[in-house]
């Protein structure tokens, strides 16, 4: 019986991968069995299998059902030489440059498999926490210096440390897994490939801080990672991993998986909170701050998924381990997720500190469409585009944040030479008008007066003034809205028309112009 | 593809009691009920209030805050259709444009036949394999003209 493994993450999904592993059953069985991974994160090669052959795995991609009676030809199930063979999936050179703490398993394992996540290293970090206090736990997680991956980069040991020194009968942990930044696709990965990772760090926040129950947020886009986060909870449940006394240490933690109801504002913590509670996702001012009264008023650490997914490695490989990686104040790994119009879009984990041109040539070798990049934009639909010149900008919060930027969660979304700047910049208002939860008025009124005025400019109405009238609308916005939403819709407005002045004059003007 | 009963307000009334002494319990109890009937009937309104000790008003913002839940059935099969940067960088623009030609609607419509409802989203993950889409849940990748007529076709049949 020989072992083939076939990912069921949703990208590979969508590029047959099911239908794949169909036809390797209709043809193969008995002779093999099928384990269902997540991905590896090289989406251009998906669905990009793997058989185990006693030299390793070997790795085939991207396949289509049609291709299986060639495989079987070439006898791939001994790991033959065929023309989408692709060899050991560890030494592909897009892997093998990659530093994967947080992605060690994904595409490894069986997601749903708790004694495959205990084989390669799972829970070593929970069970070293259960020794500890959570006064240790907390001040470890503080010196690997940890920071929040959803996009502020708030220092997670000092988030949990609040938390932890609030008076409270009931306290929570909440896991925003609203990832919906367009351009990221990582938070997804970790629930769809290594889901037992989520819930052993999220146990870990629990005993650090003590707080006995937790929740996930999981935007309702990805059906599926609902789906595999809710079963390995139950699982957890079951093998005694969550419960009233997690693995017997006499603690009690226990988590519940929440699925979101399409509403991109839900990933901002406190409207995310609301959400939890039942309510329309309507931001709240703060303070206060929802370490202190969060959750049903109560003391509540929010962390992304990919903040709480790296806990397990500080915990069992140590603060140093961790901080050893990055630069700067950007301690650790950042999970890039490249995207867009791009030959090889995936999932690059690596140091912080890469270039942004590393990524996009080295790793992303060039836009799909064979024609030149002409912008990129980082860090989501509140991120900025930016042109050729600052490619060179390391990817870190502090040099980004120097530029103008924001390195947010880590997607980039590469654009060719056919990207209009003036389009993009109008859809960043309709956007924020769309998603806006309404409760301060720059954000509920001024996205929708930026996509009139850009309107105007793109019709080439007194292109001037609505210039002038834009740039001051994004400082009202800027300095006056109550959260995230309206106050960086204006660094993709700005960035476009700083950048890319070139395209927001009037259409036959810039044909004079070419 | 989904199938849905008909609304039924004592079964739906039972369903809100089954999330009973759940902490938050509106969104999963509106989740239940649109996975079973399709759709929120109005009719659970007051229901769902005197389950959550909550107003009318508080419940009926709740349901209409989110994109997701719906006050009538949609088509056979429901298309969301990403309509985000990384999709637009890939052609999904035109691509919407072509798809709502073929099927004679806009976004939130259900084409004549009620076979299609085309909703759009805000990114589903996909970005490396744009332009994306799910169909009932299944995720699409990679479309182009051929995929949408393809697409269009199946959920005809």
Known sequence: MITIYVPCDAAAIACGANKVAAALLAKLVPDIS???????????????????????????????????????????????????????????????????????????????????????????????????????????????????????????????????????????????????????????????????MLIEGMTIAGLAVGATKGYIYIRSEYPHAFKTMSRAIEIATREGALGPS????????????????????????????????????????????????????????VNNVLSLATVPYVLAHGAQAY?????????????IQLGGNIK??????????????????????????GRPIRAVQVGGPLGAYWPESLFDTPLDYEAFAAKAGLVGHGGIVVFDDTVDLAAQAR???????????????????????????????????????????????????????????????????????????????????????? | MPSYDAWNTGEATQIVASFAGRDGAALPMLHALQERFGFIDKAIVPVMAEALNLSRAEIHGTITFYHDFRDHLPGRHTVKLCRAEACQSRGA????????????????????????????????GLCANAPAALVDDEPVGNLDSSAIDAMIAEARA
């Open chain 1, 323 to 335: 901080a050893d990686y990055g630069m700067g104040r950007s301690r650790g790994t950042l999970c």
């Open chain 1, 246 to 301: 997690v693995f017997g240490c006499g603690r009690a933690f226990t988590l519940e998986a929440r699925l979101g109801a399409g509403a991109y504002i839900c990933g901002e913590e406190t409207s995310l909170l609301e959400s939890l509670e039942g309510r329309r996702g309507v931001v709240r001012a703060k303070p206060p701050l929802p370490a202190l009264e969060g959750l049903f008023g109560l003391p509540t650490a």
């Open chain 1, 34 to 196: 099928i384990v269902r991974t997540g991905s590896r994160g090289l989406f251009w090669l998906e669905p990009m299998i793997e058989v185990a052959t006693p030299e390793g795995r070997i790795a085939y991609g991207p396949v289509k059902p049609g291709d299986i009676d060639s495989l079987i030809a070439a006898d791939f199930l001994n790991g033959g030489d065929h023309l989408l063979r692709l060899g050991k999936p560890e030494e592909i050179p897009y892997l093998a440059r990659q530093t994967r703490l947080t992605f060690e398993r994904c595409g490894v394992v069986d997601p749903l498999s708790i004694t495959d996540y205990r084989a390669h290293g799972g829970y070593a970090g929970l069970e070293a926490a259960i020794a500890m206090e959570g006064e240790a736990i907390t001040e470890m997680v503080k010196a690997s210096g940890l920071r929040g991956r959803g996009g502020a980069g708030f220092p997670t040991g000092i988030k949990w440390n609040t938390v932890r020194l609030a008076q409270a009968d009931q306290k929570y942990i909440v896991c925003n897994a609203d990832e919906g930044d367009s351009g990221t696709f990582a938070d997804r990965m970790v629930m769809e490939g290594d889901p037992f």
């Open chain 2, 93 to 124: 623009v035109a691509l919407h444009r072509q798809m709502m030609e073929k099927l004679g609607v806009d976004w939130h419509g259900t084409t004549v036949d009620g076979a299609i409802t085309l909703q759009p989203v805000f990114c589903l």
């Open chain 1, 344 to 369: 090889h879009g995936g999932l690059i984990e690596v140091a912080f500190g890469m270039t942004l041109r590393e990524a996009i040539e080295d790793f992303g070798g060039g836009t799909a469409s």
């Open chain 1, 427 to 514: 859809f960043a208002f309709e956007f924020c008008a769309a998603e806006s939860c309404g409760k301060c008025t720059p954000c509920r009124i001024g996205a929708v007066r930026g996509v009139e005025t850009m309107d105007k400019i793109i019709a080439g109405t007194d292109v001037d003034k609505n210039m002038t009238l834009v740039s001051d609308l994004c400082q009202t916005m800027t300095d006056a809205s109550l959260c995230a939403m309206g106050g960086l819709t204006p660094i993709p407005v700005v960035s476009a028309m700083t950048h890319f002045p070139g395209d927001f004059v009037p259409a036959p003007l810039r044909i004079a112009a070419e």
